[in-house]
């Protein structure tokens, strides 16, 4: 194997070393300072403050939430209860509907017996005198 070392080398070397500064220059430190920063506001005691403000916030959401989960259940538990007291009516309305058409229907028909009744008596005379007839042979 057999090495030739020729000026392309160094043309490399160059354009590694132009690369080396401009990504320095351009990425490298730009990212330093911004982990600098970063680290500084980190271990500010008003980044402290800012903590416990926000956990002071979480809490605040957490029991407005816990607030609003409460009312929606007695809204909710509100709502089932007219739902029952409304069916109920209802069903208490739909029962008196009921017994005032039976009650109709029990005195048409009471009605209804008493005229089959009387009819069943007038025909039965008129068919016992028509038997009567025939069985003796003669007019009654």
Same mark, same amino acid.
């Given at each position: 194997?057999?090495?030739?070392?020729?000026?392309? !080398?160094?043309?490399?070397?160059?354009?590694?070393?132009?690369? =080396?500064?401009?990504?320095?220059?351009?990425?490298?430190? /730009?990212?330093?300072?911004?982990?600098?920063?970063?680290?500084?506001?980190?271990?500010? /005691?008003?980044?402290?403050?800012?903590?416990?403000?926000?956990?002071?916030?979480?809490?605040?959401?957490?029991?407005?939430?816990?607030?609003?989960?409460?009312?929606?259940?007695?809204?909710?538990?509100?709502?089932?209860?007219?739902?029952?007291?409304?069916?109920?009516?209802?069903?208490?309305?739909?029962?008196?509907?009921?017994?005032?058409?039976?009650?109709?229907?029990?005195?048409?028909?009471?009605?209804?017996?008493?005229?089959?009744?009387?009819? !069943?008596?007038?025909?039965?005379?008129?068919?016992?005198?028509? =038997?009567?007839?025939?069985?003796?042979?003669?007019?009654?």
């Amino acid at each position: 194997m057999n090495l030739s070392l020729d000026f392309t !080398l160094f043309i490399q070397m160059g354009l590694f070393l132009v690369l =080396m500064l401009v990504l320095n220059r351009f990425v490298f430190r /730009p990212m330093a300072a911004l982990l600098e920063e970063r680290d500084k506001r980190i271990k500010d /005691p008003d980044a402290r403050g800012l903590e416990s403000e926000a956990e002071k916030m979480r809490l605040k959401y957490e029991a407005t939430l816990n607030d609003a989960k409460l009312k929606a259940i007695e809204e909710r538990n509100r709502i089932r209860k007219e739902g029952a007291d409304r069916g109920q009516e209802i069903i208490k309305s739909a029962y008196k509907v009921s017994e005032e058409t039976l009650s109709e229907i029990k005195e048409r028909i009471e009605k209804e017996v008493g005229i089959a009744r009387e009819t !069943l008596k007038k025909e039965a005379v008129s068919l016992s005198s028509n =038997m009567a007839e025939k069985l003796l042979g003669r007019s009654a």
